[in-house]
């Protein structure tokens, strides 16, 4: 090292009056969104910041209802691109509209005798969708009158009152910023937004949301939300029971693992929190007191619950407010625990007594999941054993360093793993990935068809066992390890095939794991095309011995090929991609970076999971080859290409 380079390493950075910045209120939303809003995302998956924008407009319109002001919310999204909200409230007091709209922790909810149990209790909301929006508009109606206010990006344009003969409430528009370090080429999803809405309809039973033309809208409340999210048979009907500040609702069906939904203050708290712990815990508890013995776990296995409760001040543990951290009901009440128990201990009881029929299949499933965990005790201790020495030394894991489960690691959320076939394309994923946040698990070949057989299978088969083991989800999701199970597979036949294959073994055994949104399936390019024409423009050698640089277009389908040929004109260099393993690892970065591109795999609401395995893996019925003979398509081979 030169001793020119030696003084300048060793000089100090000043640190002045000059360094000190104060940043307003929304500046510092625009500086830090992630603090706010958590992921920004571009509107593809439902965690992506701009569904948390419009969850906090609508969860302020949501608590007038609660407060017995207003049954309907009108919400319109203009191409997908643009936000409208209006209820019939009382209208955000005009005085303070701008204060409310624009100044951090300024709000009507630290009031608890205006707002008894909100879910936007801080203050912050409404302001990050202002400072986050490229065009905010807000108006208030009360009384004749109306107060409007226009922002661009956080700063005031605009401030009129003038007369008015509307109803009551609020009116909020917004266009979420579409700068390249916020919501750059996002879009609103329908299914995304229906399925937000509907929770909502579900946890306030008759209010009224109409979205772009459509009315949603529950009279059952819990009930509906676990008929419409069912995709196995309930083997009785519904257990729906209400009190003060609480609602659950339960049945059980023919399929493995737990499957909860959780809400507080008409949040869908997706992660649980503590009154989903207790629920968990003294439905167990109650249903074994009633029978006099049975152990918790198969009292569980197959159970499809929902519960919702009302807290003051409820305490989340992050600004996104997907899992509750609270323990008391509120700052003088009972314990949620207690509460939550207290109520399913009577309420539940007494339903059993008087509904013996349900009690009776209760029962029989109970017994039914005991005989085959006892079935399978021996082998499951093995695997047990056997998977504990393997994770020491597993060469089918290469693991990250931040987990899903970290409870207080800011990152736990962008934590993911993915599963792939063979050792060359783990190999070109092991070494470009985030070894932070990006685990790898290498399959050996095609795995086992799961479809049919019981869950002895998952500990009998090693490779099953270690991926249950590697995941931690064999006591269920509460532990899961990675927020992302991705699999990462050729795009061929092949890799098809063994897609499907995996899909089978998660929703066999694990389904809550893909009705919670856990699992996506990696898309990779299928083509590169690259222009060779490009003039010199440097000194450097290009890989072809020819001096200048490329313009590379990397393609996901024929559409996006042919495209690419017309933008880098003729002649193009085209290279067709026929596995993973053939991308080198310095491409294949691009591909699991923060542009990767995911297909999250999901269930819809007349899907139902036995039907569909058994057409897709089962026997291979006349229906299945009428069907492939039906849409066969045949396509004429095209010239080899090749780099």
Do not use: W
């Amino acid at each position: 090292m030169s001793e020119e380079n030696t003084i300048i390493e060793n000089q100090q950075v000043e640190y002045t009056d000059d360094n000190i910045r104060h940043l307003s209120d929304m500046e510092h939303v625009r500086t830090r969104p992630g603090m706010y809003i958590g992921r920004l995302g571009d509107g593809s998956l439902p965690e992506d910041g701009i569904y948390v924008l419009l969850k906090e407009v609508i969860d302020n319109s949501i608590d007038e209802f609660k407060m017995k002001a207003g049954d309907r919310i009108e919400i319109n999204i203009d191409d997908n691109l643009r936000v409208s909200v209006r209820d019939y409230g009382r209208g955000i007091p005009q005085g303070k509209l701008i204060e409310a709209v624009s100044v951090l922790n300024t709000g009507g909810k630290y009031d608890s005798k205006a707002f008894k149990k909100s879910v936007g209790l801080n203050g912050v909301g409404v302001k990050a969708v202002n400072a986050l929006s490229a065009h905010f508009e807000v108006a208030s109606y009360r009384d004749g009158k109306v107060r409007k206010a226009a922002f661009e990006r956080g700063v005031l344009l605009s401030d009129v009152t003038e007369d008015s003969q509307d109803e009551n409430g609020t009116y909020i528009y917004f266009e979420p910023d579409n700068d390249a370090k916020l919501f750059k080429d996002y879009r609103f999803h329908d299914d995304i937004v229906e399925n937000m809405l509907r929770n909502y309809t579900y946890l306030n039973t008759g209010l009224a949301i109409m979205y772009n033309g459509r009315r949603i809208l529950s009279r059952h409340g819990l009930e509906d939300l676990l008929k419409d999210r069912m995709t196995n048979d309930a083997l009785y009907p519904i257990v729906h029971l209400k009190g003060d500040d609480i609602e659950i609702a339960f049945t059980h069906a023919n399929q493995y693992g737990e499957e909860y939904y959780s809400f507080v203050n008409g949040q869908h708290t997706t992660q649980g929190g503590t009154h989903q712990s207790a629920f968990k815990e003294h439905i167990a508890k109650t249903i074994k007191e009633f029978f006099g013995k049975y152990e918790y776990g198969d009292i569980r296995t197959g159970i499809v619950a929902a519960i919702a409760i009302n807290v003051e001040e409820p305490v989340f543990e992050s600004q996104t407010k997907i899992k509750l951290g609270s323990t008391q009901m509120a700052p003088d009440g009972d314990t949620i625990n207690k509460y939550v128990g207290d109520f399913i201990k009577q309420q539940v009881d007494n339903y059993l007594h008087i509904h013996q029929d349900v009690a009776e299949v209760i029962e029989n499933k109970v017994k039914e999941s005991e005989r085959e965990r006892k079935a399978m005790a021996g082998v499951t201790k093995l695997a047990r054993e056997r998977s504990k020495k393997a994770n020491l030394h597993n060469r089918k894991l290469r693991d990250c360093r931040i987990h899903f489960s970290d409870v207080k690691n800011d990152k736990k959320e962008e934590s993911c793993i993915f599963i792939t076939e063979g050792d060359s394309a783990s190999g070109s994923i092991t070494k470009s990935r985030d070894v932070n946040t990006q685990a790898v698990f290498s399959l050996r070949g095609k795995p086992l068809n799961s479809f049919g057989l019981t869950k002895k299978v998952v500990y009998e088969n090693e490779e099953f066992n270690l991926l249950q083991a590697a995941l931690d989800i064999e006591e269920g999701l509460d532990t899961l390890r990675y927020n992302k199970v991705i699999v990462a597979t050729d795009a061929d036949v092949d890799g098809m095939h063994i897609r499907l294959l995996i899909i089978t073994f998660f929703l066999q055994f694990f389904p809550e794991l893909i009705k919670k949104g856990h699992v996506y399936v990696l898309q990779t390019p299928l083509f590169r095309v690259r222009n060779k024409r490009t003039k010199i423009k440097n000194k450097e050698m290009r890989e072809d011995g020819k001096k200048g640089d490329f313009v590379t277009r990397y393609c996901y389908s024929e559409e996006e090929r042919l495209q690419a040929i017309q933008e880098l004109g003729p002649d193009p260099e085209i290279t067709r991609f026929k596995g993973l393993g053939e991308i080198s690892p310095e491409e294949f970065a691009g591909f699991i970076g923060p542009d990767m591109r995911l297909e999250q795999v999901t269930l819809h609401k007349n899907d139902q999971v036995q039907k569909l395995l058994e057409y897709y893996m089962g026997k291979n019925t006349m229906e299945r080859q009428n069907f492939i003979i039906d849409n066969l398509v045949i396509e004429e081979d095209r010239p080899e290409e090749e780099a």
